[in-house]
């Protein structure tokens, strides 16, 4: 706690922006299963949750590779308060319709549509923020605590859940989440720092989307996410009702399990820097991840079947971590929104393939051939990273961008990004940077001094 406590005390604008988002997701947890209660409560309602999944889910695509283009043309902070009005007043339609006369049966569908094309706005937002908001040294601790946000937010969102259900029922759980809406944008609008879009001057090197250690990871991510998606969707569910004794409560023990390394894991890697490349750490974390998958192969051993999903959350959550520093280091800030919103998609698009994948192989009874095939999946990706290096020259500093699929407007930038010098210092002031993988120049200026935090404050690393 060493190093969350100090930033979150420092960075009064993170803290708000990270309490605010946390309470929010807690909400957003229960929010599927209220829906699906809603859904069930209707006739043929088990036929219609196919419909409420494809309503979930499938405007995710749209709306998250709309939103980042979104997030670069205007305050973030703004795009933010839009997204949890405009989410909280579908979701609060609901219990509102209840209290008049009743829930139409159509209604439940279009919230799910309304929060599945919005889902990525936080999703990308909040890390395309964070370098705004934190010093340059403190990205792990602020993204590791997004990550230990969304595992924790989650657990406490799905146990609270099924006691709502029974005591208040699904309409009032709604009433609830739109309450959690509330709160970030209370949040939200307390921040101070500007998050206005930044205007750069294009670069004639190579385009973000052909930087080949941003492509390496989000491919190896979403292959990870692969293998991960078929055991949480698929192999998890058929363990616990075929192999495992306890049915329901072998699978929550399975997912709890999961959420559990992924809290340790997400608190290990912001606290504790890989001496080595982020490149390589994020590799070898993959492959012990995949490594851990084989202990399924322990079935119906529960607690082999356990290891292998506290293993794969352990590991898992530094790879998250690590990966997002390392792209906040080669993304220029004014396409952030885009990178983030594009790549995150694409992650979250991937865990329904492997469930499709192992389904016909778990139909014939054949767990080892699952086992082998996800291992694979996670851990071949992992092996291609070891074999690339991460090229310092190929680094993307924020003073010196690079256009991505589009070009931006040339213009005069208005204000140094968060970690960086301005580029005419003012007087007296000098700033230089010892942190890892500071690009091609080494340290950016000669002179060392304390830094300046991007809120204005004295930079307490530098005291």
């Known amino acids: 706690m060493s190093t969350y406590l100090p930033l979150l005390r420092s960075r009064p604008d993170f803290r708000r922006l990270w309490l605010g988002a946390s ?51 205007f305050d973030k902070r703004t795009v933010l308060i839009v997204d949890n009005v405009l989410r909280g ?22 919230v799910a549509a309304v929060y599945g094309l919005l889902k990525m706005v936080p999703m990308a937002a909040v890390p395309a923020t964070i370098p705004d908001l934190v010093a340059e040294g403190q990205r792990d601790a602020a993204n590791a605590l997004e990550s230990v946000s969304y595992s924790l937010s989650g657990i406490i969102g799905f146990t609270l859940a099924a006691p709502l259900l029974a005591t ?37 090197k190579a385009p973000v989307f052909r930087d080949k250690v941003l492509i390496a990871t989000t491919f190896a991510f979403m292959a990870f996410n692969i293998a991960e998606g078929a055991m949480t969707m698929v192999v998890a569910p058929w363990l616990a009702k075929e192999h495992l004794p306890g049915d329901g409560a ?35 974390v993959e492959l ?118 589009i070009t931006p407007s040339p213009a005069t930038p208005s204000a140094a990004p968060a970690g960086h010098p301005a580029a005419v210092p003012a007087p007296g002031i000098t700033k230089a940077s010892t942190q890892h993988n500071p690009g091609p120049t080494g340290t950016h200026n000669a002179t060392e001094a304390p830094r300046e935090s991007p809120l204005g404050e004295a930079d307490p690393a530098s005291s």
């Not at 007043?89 to 209604?107: H, K, Q, R, T, Y």
């Not at 993304?331 to 698009?349: D, E, K």
């Open 89 to 110: 007043a579908a979701v609060a339609s609901i219990p509102i319709a209840a209290a008049v006369g009743g829930v139409p049966e159509w209604l439940p569908f279009l």
């Open 168 to 204: 208040v029922g699904p309409a009032n759980m709604l009433a609830l989440d739109a309450a959690t809406y509330v709160c970030f944008t209370i949040a939200l609008t307390r921040i101070r720092t500007p998050l206005r879009p930044r205007k750069t001057t294009p670069s004639p």
């Open 288 to 405: 012990v991840a995949a490594a851990g998958i084989l202990a399924l192969l322990g079935s119906p051993d529960w607690m082999m079947v356990t290891a292998a999903f506290l293993i794969m959350g352990t590991f898992s959550a530094p790879m998250t971590v690590w990966a997002q520093s390392l792209r906040m280091e080669r993304v220029p800030p004014a396409q952030r929104g885009r990178v983030f919103s594009v790549f995150r998609t694409m992650m979250q698009a991937t865990p329904p393939i492997g469930a499709a994948l192992v389904t016909p192989l778990l139909v014939a009874g054949n767990l080892p051939a699952a086992v082998i095939l996800m291992t694979a999946l996670a851990a071949v990706p992992a092996f291609a990273l070891l074999l690339l290096r991460e090229n310092p020259t190929e680094s993307t500093p924020v003073d010196n961008p690079r256009p991505l699929w």
């Open 23 to 73: 309470v929010s997701v807690m909400g957003d947890s229960m929010t599927y299963i209220a829906l699906s209660w809603l859904v069930l409560a209707q006739r043929d309602g088990t036929a219609k949750l196919g419909v409420l999944a494809v309503c979930y889910t499938a405007p995710v695509l749209i709306g998250g590779l709309a939103a980042g283009f979104v997030l670069d043309r």
């Open 250 to 284: 072998t699978l929550s023990l399975l997912m709890a399990a999961l959420s559990a390394g992924e809290l340790l894991g997400g608190f290990a890697a912001g606290a504790w820097r890989p001496r080595i490349g982020r490149l390589t750490a994020i590799a070898l």
